[in-house]
């Protein structure tokens, strides 16, 4: 047999083969449609949840598809409705984020033109995720407040859906309290709930822990970080046991959380052991946006234990992510800053200038809409009529309960001392403030005279050994040298040339102060002085602000700030801006 005959005999079992399969295909599909033809809406609905637990995204599109045929064919603007909803979740689970996004607005479309559709919260929570994925926290924001208007008063789990998703944007929005709020009021519900009124129980608990975690991670709480990740996965089981492949990114989460965790201990070997079982867990539910924070996650370890050509491997896959599907996270102004920084560590510094640059723009552009998206939060969220309807949901709960009379007196009698405290510490705090402007704006009409009463003082001492330090310190204090964070007694009295224990002692007697307190002094002078004068610089972070004066930390500037002034600097700050 010649070779050609050979290679038409293969052709022609692989023709058949294909033929076959296509053939069964063909037939089980027909059957499956057949099947369909006698199945309700509620029914067909329920066939795409369970093939969207399995990840059957064939079966998922096939039934989106069938839906808006049948709708068409039964001019039912329902099926439209559910049709391209359906569709859009397909779309999200084959990180079509874009595509996803036009389906459910054609979905939104029909939706406008029916009146009777009762489901017209879903569709719009749907559709605040989708956004809230892409990073467009304004456009999830409209859409969490327009699926509000339609929630109804028995729709508890509807409520709690929504109240989870606006406490992960408002976590997004480093409205770090407000986002503990929200899930800590869920966790509240599903304890004092003896019915079993809510789906998912024990998985809506686990999500708020993990959420619980991660918000404890930005307020640098790592303890209880690390306690509520743990809580997690000693709950293993129940995710495991769930049908619905979405749960199994619960535990991705969590043991990308502990990775952050170890990253801002220093323990960098769990770290990144951490994110590599995150790795290898989010292989089987793929989800993209899981992937950019991984390669974010694991950039930062790399940086911080020196590994700057990793760190840049990492982050040159997450920009590849971010271009293909345009995600614009919050959290992605960092990753400027790691290009700048782990560049500039391997001496490439045009490059590194370029990031630096880029990473100034970017959290420039996110001030502002960090700005207007939480001023947008609290006038539509806050001032919702879910607000209301939980108040009274409270309420009618609370009535349920058989309270006595002494409980409801000590509750108003803490609530009135509750009250009187924070007014009194309100004024105190005002009149704290009022002391201080005035000291501000008494030390700098005077500052020249003290300047010159300083230099004249400093001529009439005999030692001229001592006026050499004393006019060299003066010299240190015009130009401001204290704000380098380096600056302590041993590089000043280097600079000084002269000894620790006789620049000490000069200071000591001259200045009527300790090394520390008159180096502490000088820099809340500034401070002071700039934040009274400057408007730019009180819109600076607080971390920033301390950065910039030469403290070593926030908390080293914020304890100094409150023992020399006897208020808070944030405080400060507010009432400079009214």
């Known amino acids: ?225 690390l306690n509520h990740c743990q809580e997690v996965i000693d709950a293993k089981e129940i995710i495991e046991k769930s049908n619905n492949l979405r749960d199994k990114i619960i535990l991705v989460e969590v043991y990308m959380g502990l990775g952050c965790i170890y990253t801002f201990t220093g323990d960098y070997e769990k770290a990144f052991h951490s994110l590599e079982i995150a790795d290898s867990m989010n292989n089987t539910v793929d989800v993209d946006y899981i992937d950019a924070f991984l390669h974010f996650f694991k950039a930062r370890v790399f940086f911080f234990s020196g590994e700057y050509n990793k760190a840049i491997t990492e982050l040159n896959s997450l920009e590849a992510l971010e271009d293909n599907y345009n995600f614009n996270h919050f959290f992605l102004e960092e990753k400027n800053i790691l290009f700048a920084k782990s560049h500039q560590k391997l001496g490439d510094i045009e490059v590194a200038t370029n990031y630096f640059n880029k990473s100034l723009s970017v959290l420039k552009e996110n001030d502002e809409r960090k700005a207007r998206l939480n001023k947008n939060l609290l006038k539509r969220y806050d001032l919702n009529t879910l607000e209301e309807e939980l108040t009274t949901t409270k309420t009618k709960l609370e009535n349920q309960k058989s309270k006595t009379v002494a409980l409801q007196v000590i509750f108003v009698m803490v609530l009135i001392c509750l009250t009187l405290f924070y007014i009194n510490n309100k004024r105190r705090n005002k009149k704290r403030f009022e002391s201080l402007i005035a000291e501000i704006d008494t030390a700098l009409k005077t500052k020249e005279e003290d300047e010159n009463r300083q230099r004249e003082s400093i001529l009439k001492i005999d030692d001229v050994e001592v006026q050499k330090i004393l006019e060299r310190l003066q010299l240190f204090e015009k130009n401001k040298e204290y704000l380098d964070k380096e600056t302590n007694l041993l590089t000043l009295s280097k600079k000084l040339n002269t000894n620790t224990a006789y620049l000490s002692n000069i200071i000591n007697r001259y200045k009527k102060k300790s090394f520390n307190t008159y180096l502490m002094d000088l820099r809340l002078e500034t401070v002071l002085e700039r934040l009274h004068n400057e408007k730019r610089f009180r819109a600076y972070k607080i971390e920033s602000i301390a950065e910039e004066m030469g403290f070593k930390n926030v908390n080293t500037f914020t304890r100094t700030f409150k023992k020399k002034t006897g208020i808070n600097p944030s405080y400060f700050i507010r009432r400079l801006n009214k």
């Not at 064939?58 to 808006?68: D, F």
């Not at 995720?129 to 508890?156: M, N, P, R, W």
């Not at 976590?171 to 003896?194: C, H, P, T």
């Not at 918000?215 to 303890?223: K, P």
């Open 1 to 225: 047999m010649s070779d050609v005959q050979r290679i038409g005999i293969i052709l022609f079992i692989l023709i058949f083969k294909v033929t076959s399969c296509f053939s069964q295909e063909t037939s089980e599909s027909i059957k499956l449609n057949e099947a369909w033809k006698s199945s309700t809406y509620e029914q067909l609905e329920s066939l795409f949840m369970k093939a969207n637990n399995r990840f059957d995204t064939v079966q998922m599109y096939s039934i989106a598809r069938y839906m808006l045929e049948r709708g068409k064919k039964e001019n039912n603007h329902a099926y439209y409705i559910n049709g391209y909803q359906l569709l859009s979740l397909t779309d999200q689970r084959l990180g079509k984020y874009k595509e996803s996004l036009k389906h459910i607005n054609k979905s939104i479309y029909y939706l406008e033109q029916t009146e009777a559709y009762d489901k017209k919260d879903r569709v719009y929570l749907n559709k605040g995720y989708i956004h809230q994925y892409l990073g467009e926290y304004d456009l999830a924001l409209d859409s969490y407040t327009k699926g509000l208007s339609f929630v109804a008063e028995e729709s508890k789990n509807m409520k709690v859906g929504f109240i989870y998703a606006i406490g992960s944007l408002k976590s997004f929005l480093y409205d770090v309290q407000g986002a503990l709020d929200e899930y800590l009021e869920i966790l509240r519900l599903l304890n004092e709930d003896k019915s079993d009124v809510y789906n998912n129980k024990e998985i809506l608990r686990l999500r708020c822990l993990k959420q619980i975690a991660r918000l404890y991670i930005d307020l640098g709480n790592y303890e209880e970080a």
